[in-house]
T-cell receptor, first 112, second 116 residues
Framework: AQSVTQPDIHITVSEGASLELRCNYSYGATPYLFWYVQSPGQGLQLLLKYFSGDTLVQGIKGFEAEFKRSQSSFNLRKPSVHWSDAAEYFC??????????FGKGTKLSVIP | DTGVSQDPRHKITKRGQNVTFRCDPISEHNRLYWYRQTLGQGPEFLTYFQNEAQLEKSRLLSDRFSAERPKGSFSTLEIQRTEQGDSAMYLCASSGPGHQPYNEQFFGPGTRLTVL
């Protein structure tokens, strides 16, 4: 069975600093990979996705992620964090099926 | 397009009662999904529909849970004889009209269930 691991439960960064959220997946073939963001009281919003092609994926709100097959990773990055980025971030994978497997999430706090 | 909507947003019930939640997907979407999210966890897949057909069910979906999508439009998720362990956020998502599994799933705001 596939699984998704987000090693960091909570990360705190200063506004303007760079950000990297880690995600590792467990699946034999190349899965479909997604990053979602969830703000309090809001639904999950897709930031970006990877399913084939260029391993560096650009998303909304200035986020990007890089798929590294050798490391089974799909880390999310942003060069300069804004206070409005404070939220919970979920990495998810699909493996040819329509159901998504989510990680446990990383809560991001931003210090002004 | 108003996005995926869910009703109610909050539900408090007593153990043993039945509850029903409704999800209205984005109108042109043919796939509809239900997930459950407990505190400190990511969403967990429960079931999904393609049009009115329920194609996949998780083992998390015990026989107390039933989901329907009559006419391939809105969906309902019913929990019978609720237990305290059912307390969670129930999320609905939809995707389509394409047929690729990597199509974006658009999520609703969720229904938060509290079982006393």
């Amino acid at each position: 069975a596939q699984s998704v691991t987000q090693p960091d439960i909570h990360i705190t960064v200063s506004e303007g600093a760079s950000l990297e959220l880690r995600c590792n997946y467990s699946y034999g073939a190349t899965p479909y990979l997604f990053w979602y963001v969830q703000s309090p009281g809001q639904g999950l919003q897709l930031l970006l996705k990877y399913f084939s092609g260029d391993t560096l994926v650009q998303g909304i709100k200035g986020f990007e992620a890089e798929f590294k097959r050798s490391q089974s990773s799909f880390n999310l990055r942003k060069p300069s964090v804004h206070w409005s980025d404070a939220a919970e971030y979920f990495c998810a994978s699909g493996a040819g099926s329509y159901q998504l497997t989510f990680g446990k999430g990383t809560k991001l706090s931003v210090i002004p | 397009d108003t996005g995926v909507s869910q009703d109610p947003r909050h539900k408090i019930t007593k153990r043993g009662q039945n509850v029903t939640f409704r999800c209205d997907p984005i109108s042109e979407h043919n796939r509809l999904y239900w997930y459950r999210q407990t505190l400190g966890q990511g969403p967990e897949f429960l079931t999904y529909f393609q049009n009115e057909a329920q194609l996949e069910k998780s083992r998390l979906l015990s026989d107390r849970f039933s989901a329907e999508r009559p006419k391939g439009s809105f969906s309902t998720l019913e929990i019978q004889r609720t237990e305290q362990g059912d307390s969670a956020m129930y999320l609905c998502a939809s995707s389509g009209p394409g047929h690729q599994p990597y199509n974006e799933q658009f999520f609703g705001p969720g229904t938060r269930l509290t079982v006393l």
